[in-house]
T-cell receptor, first 115, second 112 residues
Framework: GNSVTQMEGPVTLSEEAFLTINCTYT??????LFWYVQYPGEGLQLLLK?????DKGSNKGFEATYRKETTSFHLEKGSVQVSDSAVYFC??????????????FGKGTKLSVKP | EAGVAQSPRYKIIEKRQSVAFWCNPI?????LYWYQQILGQGPKLLIQ????????DSQLPKDRFSAERLKGVDSTLKIQPAKLEDSAVYLC??????????FGPGTRLTVT
């Protein structure tokens, strides 16, 4: 079945450091891939997405490239800020894989950025 | 546009009691989802509605959980009777397509 595996946290970085959060997936069809972010006390927000192989999603300085050959969708940011502290979830949606397009989430990675 | 609304934000109940959560999706969104997010885990889908019909409820514990979506708009998720392991955040999301889901703030349930 479909699944998402992302690196375990917590991840603690200093401000302006480079961020990578690894995410790999298993899917039977041709999924769309997502990164969601959950700030403290808030609901999930879509951060970026990619719907086909080699697509690059980007938003707020974050980027992730859909790599079909390595089944990966790693999240990167060149210079993190304290305000980026949150929990990040990698997810996939496989509308043609029998799951009706439902999102399947990884366990989440907590990021803490220190000033 | 207004986002997905959920109430209550917090609820504490004793085991074997009943509880209900309410969700109002973004106007015009045909698809509505309920997720359960246990502490330290990613959200897990409980049920998906398309308008007022159920599309997927394969992971809903039907012996204690029920959900309905009246007139294809608002939705209610009920737990009766609650167990300790039901302590979690219950998230509602809505979508107008299969690619973007918009989440509400969630209801944090504590069962003691």
């Amino acid at each position: 079945g479909n699944s998402v595996t992302q690196m375990e946290g917590p991840v603690t970085l200093s401000e302006e450091a480079f961020l990578t959060i690894n995410c790999t997936y298993t899917a039977t069809g041709y999924p769309s891939l997502f990164w969601y972010v959950q700030y403290p006390g808030e609901g999930l927000q879509l951060l970026l997405k990619a719907t086909k192989a080699d697509d690059k999603g980007s938003n707020k300085g974050f980027e992730a490239t859909y790599r079909k050959e390595t089944t990966s969708f790693h999240l990167e940011k060149g210079s993190v800020q304290v305000s980026d502290s949150a929990v990040y979830f990698c997810a996939l949606s496989d509308p043609y894989g029998g799951s009706q397009g439902n999102l399947i989430f990884g366990k989440g990675t907590k990021l803490s950025v220190k000033p | 546009e207004a986002g997905v609304a959920q109430s209550p934000r917090y609820k504490i109940i004793e085991k074997r009691q009943s509880v209900a959560f309410w969700c109002n999706p973004i106007s015009g969104h045909a698809t509505l989802y309920w997720y359960q997010q246990i502490l330290g885990q990613g959200p897990k889908l409980l049920i998906q509605f398309q308008n007022n019909g159920v599309v997927d409820d394969s992971q809903l514990p039907k012996d204690r959980f029920s959900a309905e979506r009246l007139k294809g708009v608002d939705s209610t998720l009920k737990i009766q009777p609650a167990k300790l392991e039901d302590s979690a955040v219950y998230l509602c999301a809505s979508s107008s397509n299969h690619y973007e889901q918009y989440f509400g703030p969630g209801t944090r349930l504590t069962v003691t």
